[in-house]
């Protein structure tokens, strides 16, 4: 028995958890497999040293004074970790290197938009680093706002588009809503982000310890599969894990496996009806033991990205660096790898220093954008299901509030603060528009 039960131990799922124990409730996780889902790290032997190496499942970073960062300042978490630095930061444009123009001085020496342009350029990004874009409509999709602040320019259009690809994960910026994308773009370029130190399996653990009752962390089942929910006589839950195992709760938060899963365990198909498409990547991360010459590279002809990770951030032992390279929109594996391994090459690494690779042909960034057909971030499942009561929604496909990680934060904050609330009363801490 508990008084909330969360489905999945992931980012969403884990902040559900903290929240609801914070409010006073008794909770339960359960996952399917081992638990942290998509923020889970993996630990990886190197070859020929000694030591092991950390991958986050592609290139993670977390947004600062997003909606996920304040989540987790609220749940008294400090993130640990580094910013990238931009000196030196590359585009890659028709098979060549470049100066990414991160300031007057780079866009001066760059060569990826001719001179004439360079004003136009200026304007384009001077408002969106300046946290004061000009506003955008759900229906509007991300690449008709870029274009129409590039003023005709293709070229600037392209360089911005490169932007917007890198922050929010999306190589489809026709289908993305500007409503969503802007206001999360202009944020990473005014803010930055961190390369965390022990990857995003650093967020898990803090969550997981924000989460306690008498000192003890609360309870995460792994291996348990939920089979099905049935509300009982009481108006309560009961959920059934596939092994037997069942747990009576006064609500349920399924954070777990996207919409599909939900729509499956809550038999409602009109999740997916009003969820967007999911976001893909084929990612290679790479640890190297030789130098990384250019330490990052922006594709603005081809939706790519390359970005040593460690240093800053404390992934590897000294002297062994962890890269990241990636393809947003995953397409072809066999050559999506080749064109990742020739952008590593480009980059200046040399294969025989890689001491350990992993490939990722076809990695889930995002479960389902806030797309222009779905109405945008407002468009999205809300977090309270209307005809379950005592069951709520957590997960990056969830809510109006934010993207990627920020998104998880945030719904898993409201659905674990409106659970306690169903279950123990008192008020919730989060605004009822997040629900």
Excluded at 104 to 129: E, I, N, Y
Excluded at 171 to 185: E, G, I, N
Excluded at 320 to 336: I, K
Excluded at 412 to 420: H, I, M, N, P, V
């Amino acid at each position: 028995r508990a008084d909330v039960v969360v489905i999945g131990a992931g980012l969403a799922g884990l902040t559900a958890a903290a929240a609801a124990t914070r409010a006073g409730a008794r909770a339960v996780v359960l996952d399917a497999h081992s638990g942290g889902g998509r923020a889970a790290v993996r630990r990886v032997t190197l070859s020929g040293t000694s030591g092991a190496a950390l991958f986050n499942d592609g290139p993670r970073a977390l947004y600062l004074g997003g909606p996920g960062h304040e989540v987790l300042r609220r749940l008294g978490i400090r993130p640990r970790g580094h910013k990238p630095p931009t000196r030196g930061s590359r585009v890659s444009l028709e098979g060549r290197l470049d100066d990414l123009p991160v300031g007057l001085a780079s866009l001066g020496r760059s060569g990826v938009v001719p001179g004439r342009a360079k004003p136009t350029l200026v304007a384009a990004l001077a408002a969106l680093m300046a946290g004061r874009p000009v506003p955008a409509r759900p229906d509007e999709p991300a690449s008709v706002w870029i274009r129409d602040r590039s003023r005709g320019r293709d070229d600037v259009a392209a360089l911005v588009a490169a932007l917007f690809r890198v922050a929010t994960y999306t190589a489809d910026l026709d289908r993305l809503s500007a409503a969503a994308a802007v206001p999360h773009v202009a944020r990473s370029l005014r803010r930055g982000v961190l390369y965390l130190d022990g990857g995003f399996q650093q967020l898990l653990d803090s969550l997981r310890s924000s989460a306690t009752v008498a000192d003890a962390p609360v309870a995460v089942h792994r291996h348990a599969a939920v089979a099905r929910l049935e509300q009982t006589a009481d108006r309560g839950w009961e959920v059934q894990c596939r092994d037997g195992r069942t747990v009576r709760a006064g609500a349920v938060v399924v954070a777990a496996g996207g919409p599909a899963a939900a729509a499956g365990l809550l038999d409602m198909p009109e999740l997916l009806d009003c969820s967007g498409p999911p976001a893909t990547a084929a990612c290679l991360e790479l640890a190297v033991t030789g130098p990384v010459p250019t330490r990052f590279v922006l594709g603005v002809d081809e939706p790519l990205y390359l970005s040593e990770h460690s240093p800053p951030a404390d992934l590897a032992p000294d002297g062994v660096r962890v890269v990241h390279v990636a393809r947003y929109g995953a397409t072809d594996a066999v050559a999506d790898r080749a064109r990742l391994e020739l952008l590593a090459t480009a980059a200046g690494i040399d294969p025989g220093d890689v001491v350990a690779r992993r490939f990722l042909r076809r990695m889930v960034v995002q479960t389902a954008i806030p797309s222009v057909g779905h109405g945008g971030p407002a468009g999205r499942p809300r977090v309270v299901v209307a005809d379950r009561p005592g069951v709520f929604l957590a997960g990056d496909w969830v809510g109006p509030v934010g993207m990627l990680a920020d998104a998880s934060l945030a719904s898993g904050e409201a659905a674990g603060s409106l659970a306690a609330e169903a279950v123990v009363g008192g008020a919730a801490t989060v605004r009822s528009v997040v629900a």
